[in-house]
């Protein structure tokens, strides 16, 4: 089965900087690559997402790259504010003619001020 | 607004206890999903359901059943708790196209399961 990768486990910043996680995943044939945020006390929620026939997408801060030769994919976020301390997650979409998806082990990003 | 509930935030049960956690979507979305979620661990899939009365295993089922007998509701069951079964549970539902493709997931706020 799928098999999703995520690194760092941990990440510190300074407001202001950019930060980058990034994903790697097994299934030549995953098709969609999201990433979610979880905040304390909350469920995971989109942040951003992106589909096998994009190469990049972008929402203000956030951005995600995908190479599909070297099956990983890494979620950027710049101008990094307190707010966005959270745990992060990427996932990929297995082709399994089921809409699942198999999570990474998550980024906890913590942003001083 | 989009809304996963799910029935409790915090639940303390004992060993060997049939424990029921429900889980309700008013997006009349077809597939739904439980999710345990344990540090270092990530998120990892229990089982899920595309539709009424259909389910699937997913990556960790032992010890686990559910049931779906309507669209917005998905009960997971934990037959027999035991202590390695405390973990945060997470409940999540999608659309579905028909043609297989995925979809955002939208999750509820989580049961935290102590069993002791």
Redesign the interface.
Known sequence: GENVEQHPSTLSVQEGDSAVIKCTYSDSASNYFPWYKQELGKGPQLIIDIRSNVGEKKDQRIAVTLNKTAKHFSLHITETQPEDSAVYFCAASPNSGYSTLTFGKGTMLLVSP | DVK?TQSSRYLVKRTGEKVFLECVQDMDHE?M?W?RQDP??????IY?S?DVKMK?K??IPEGYSVSREKKERFSLILESASTNQTSMY?C?S?F?SGT??????Y????TRLTVT
């Open positions: 996963v597939n999903f999710y270092g661990l990530g998120l990892r899939l899920f595309y699937e997913g990556d997470l999540a999608s579905d297989g493709g995925s979809y955002e997931q999750f509820g706020p989580g």
